[in-house]
């Protein structure tokens, strides 16, 4: 399997629900990243998990609450979201035994809209 | 930190012609440029990286450049064709550093048939 793979699609949500975002990896990468990608900007790190463990947290809001369940496995609560959160939500994973990002590779990205 | 600038931020092309992007960026410790591309609605694919101890990479159509002593890299595109039009990322990072990959601000090339 050499995917990243990432549910729901689309997401509709108001500002008073819960969700979580889910993404998926089994090609045995040590590094799991969640990215926020605005229209017609570039993909905008948000986390990075490495082992299972966060490591980079790039001062986002709390209503953001990652979660690194096992190696293959990355998700993203949302709860309490503005509608300026609105956008696609991309994990990535990659390899690299020496440290660094590596080669990362996407999944196919969750279009969240907040009403 | 690092900083990557691409220019142009848009490119048009006639199908067939070539076409070039360029980024430079400001860490001189970065050593790996990989390049996306993302169709409108897709992902980001990878479509060709470049490490810091060699010039030159080719791959079909497309090949990287890299000058190392001016800090910046180019995509070269020939023989475009009109499903090459997406936006292209050119990004850079530390291998054996920090987890973090910095991305240009992007450019949306369109091949004209």
């Known amino acids: 399997d050499t995917e990243v793979t990432q549910t729901p699609k689309h997401l509709v949500m108001g500002m008073t629900n819960k969700k979580s975002l889910k993404c998926e990896q089994h090609?045995?990468?040590?590094?799991m990243y969640w990215y926020k990608q605005k229209a017609k900007k570039p993909p905008e790190l948000m986390f990075v998990?490495?082992?299972?463990?966060?490591?980079i947290n790039e001062s986002v809001p709390s209503r953001f609450s990652p979660e690194c369940p096992n190696s293959s496995l990355l998700n993203l609560h949302l709860h309490a979201l503005q509608p300026e959160d609105s956008a696609l939500y991309l994990c990535?994973?990659?390899?690299?035994?020496?440290?660094?990002?590596?080669?990362?590779?996407f999944g196919p990205g969750t279009r969240l809209l907040v009403l | 930190g690092e900083n990557v600038e691409q220019h142009p931020s848009t490119l048009s092309v006639q199908e067939g012609d070539s076409a070039v992007i360029k980024c430079t960026y400001s860490?001189?410790?970065?050593?790996?440029f990989p390049w996306y591309k993302q169709e409108l609605g897709k992902r980001p694919q990878l479509i060709i990286d470049?490490?810091?101890?060699?010039g030159e990479k080719k791959d079909q159509r497309i090949a990287v450049t890299l000058n190392k002593t001016a800090k910046h890299f180019s995509l070269h595109i020939t023989e475009t064709q009109p499903e090459d039009s997406a936006v292209y990322f050119c990004?850079?990072?530390?291998?054996?550093?920090?987890?973090?990959?910095?991305f240009g601000t992007g450019t949306r090339l369109q091949v004209f048939p």
């Open positions: 990535a994973s990659s390899q690299d035994s020496s440290g660094g990002a590596g080669t990362q590779y």
């Open positions: 090609m045995g990468h040590r590094a």
């Open positions: 998990y490495s082992y299972e463990k966060l490591s």
């Open positions: 860490d001189s410790a970065s050593n790996y």
């Open positions: 470049i490490r810091s101890n060699v």
């Open positions: 990004a850079a990072s530390i291998e054996g550093g920090t987890d973090k990959l910095i």
